[in-house]
């Protein structure tokens, strides 16, 4: 009777010696994905950063206390990284916005906070916008710090 050991080697060998192409892996599907983690094909940008330059008229909405839905105005500028810079007008005090945009040029994610903000709990937290119709549009959320649950807002031009 052959030992364990030993078949257990012989297995190894058989494996060792078989190439990817008796695997299926030239042009099967089975090799590294093209493109992204979900290994969708990654074509060209669907907006540009330049969608989300400029002024906005913001509304979005808060906490029961805050009496909203909200207006106020958002500036969004470019810095020399490609990175975006917003200045939202809010109720509670100028917030800065600093983020990037992804791939596809038309979402833009990052954090908000109150730099010159006297208060004990200054506005900051995690922010989503995303650019609609080239550019004419802005949606997405917002979620405070301590928040369980984020908020909408929109913008127009």
């Not at 089975?30 to 913001?58: E, R």
């Not at 990175?83 to 100028?94: I, N, P, R, S, T």
Request: aromatic residues 10%; negative net charge.
């Amino acid at each position: 009777m052959p030992r364990p050991c030993s078949i257990f080697a012989a297995v190894l060998l058989l494996v060792a010696s078989i190439d990817g192409s008796a695997l299926g892996q030239q042009g099967s599907g089975m090799g590294a994905p093209i493109g992204g983690p979900s290994g969708n094909f990654l074509g060209p940008p669907q907006g540009t950063v330049g969608d989300f330059l400029g002024d906005w008229k913001l509304t979005w909405d808060g906490h029961i206390d805050s009496r909203c839905p909200c207006h106020g105005r958002l500036t969004i500028t470019a810095r020399q990284n490609g990175d975006l810079v917003g200045y939202w007008e809010a109720k509670e005090g100028l917030v800065v916005l600093h983020g990037s945009v992804g791939y596809d040029q038309n979402v833009w994610t990052g954090t908000f906070d109150q730099p010159d903000s006297d208060a004990d709990f200054p506005l900051r937290g995690n922010f989503r916008l995303e650019a609609r119709g080239e550019g004419a549009a802005l949606s997405g959320s917002y979620q405070p710090e301590g928040t369980t649950l984020p908020f909408r807002w929109s913008g127009t031009r």
